[in-house]
């Protein structure tokens, strides 16, 4: 039989406590005043120890790591977007998140002239990302059938392979 709700958490937090040396049980004691180990539900206890030994991140260092994410060339823009977005994490970007996540997209693009031309499309600040990459999309897509076309019509009308007769 499978326990459910607080019963459950009950028990995750014996376990827990039991778990844990001397040392960790006494910090844990002596972290949250006025309770006793047995009074504290199962996420005290976790966000008491994690406070203490979890991951401690520099949001500098991950914004410094967040402006050097560009995409790879066999990369999708949806995938690079999803990319950004992990990226933009730990970062603590608040309210401003979708217009970094904009603006690390645009700067990102490989192609100049797709670039300045997004660039100009959204020089406010309301963009979202949401709008940006349809339009990166179109401005791919026809870079990729122009090239196709001007490479087709290049071959039509290239005759130095034809030998020439008097």
Known sequence: M???????NANLKKHLLNSLGAKHYRFVRESIPGKTPNELTYKDVVDTMSR???????V?????K?????RRADQSRKDFESTLREGAVYCDFGSTLELRICDQFIM????QSI???????FSSNDAKAEEVI???EVAFNSMKDAE?????TKDQNDTSYQTKSF
Request: hydrophobic residues 35%; without cysteine; glycine residues 4%.
């Open 2 to 8: 499978a326990l459910k709700g607080s019963q459950a």
């Open 52 to 58: 203490k030994y979890g991951k401690h991140r520099n």
């Open 60 to 64: 500098v260092y991950e914004r410094f």
């Open 66 to 70: 967040f402006t050097h994410i560009y």
């Open 108 to 111: 990102a693009v490989n192609e």
């Open 115 to 121: 670039q300045q031309d997004l660039i100009k499309l």
């Open 134 to 136: 349809p339009h990166a």
């Open 148 to 152: 196709k076309m001007y490479t087709k």
